[in-house]
């Protein structure tokens, strides 16, 4: 897989989120023209999108903010974990307690509550902007 795509409107509400939990802004860049239209199969594409990096380097996002034509929720807002479709992405924390105090700075709620699985892991999922759902898992020695 090379990436991941989140379409977002606060594109530096977005990179600021995703740079709170540690990944790193490879590039940001403004993407328009007819390959863009072909490729996505709309009209007057015009985006600017934000590259983001896991701190291992295996992982990246992209975050898109599209200024036409404009973007169209598919979905509610802050629509539930069990809507069909990608619901999270996960990512590997050391201190969930703490990553959560960070991201709440950020407008992040969590959606249910800290829980416990077996000896091994803390989990909660978390909802960023534009309701997007992240989960958290913190392995436990």
Request: proline letters at 4%; charged letters at 25%.
């Amino acid at each position: 897989m090379d990436h991941v795509g989140i379409v977002v409107d606060d594109l530096k509400a977005a990179i600021a989120f995703f740079t709170e939990l540690g990944m790193e802004l490879e590039g940001e860049m403004p993407v328009e023209g007819q390959w863009v239209d072909r490729v996505v199969g709309l009209d007057g594409v015009r985006v600017d999108i934000a590259m983001m990096r896991t701190p291992d380097g295996h992982g990246r996002l992209e975050l898109t903010k599209f200024h036409t034509p404009a973007a169209v929720r598919a979905e509610p807002e802050n629509a539930p974990a069990n809507i069909l479709g990608i619901r999270r992405i996960m990512f590997a924390v050391e201190d969930i307690e703490d990553v959560i105090a960070r991201l709440r700075t950020h407008g992040a709620e969590l959606v249910g509550e800290v829980a416990q699985y077996e000896d091994s892991y803390r989990l909660c999922y978390v909802r960023g902007p534009e309701g997007i759902i992240i989960a958290l898992a913190e392995q436990l020695n």
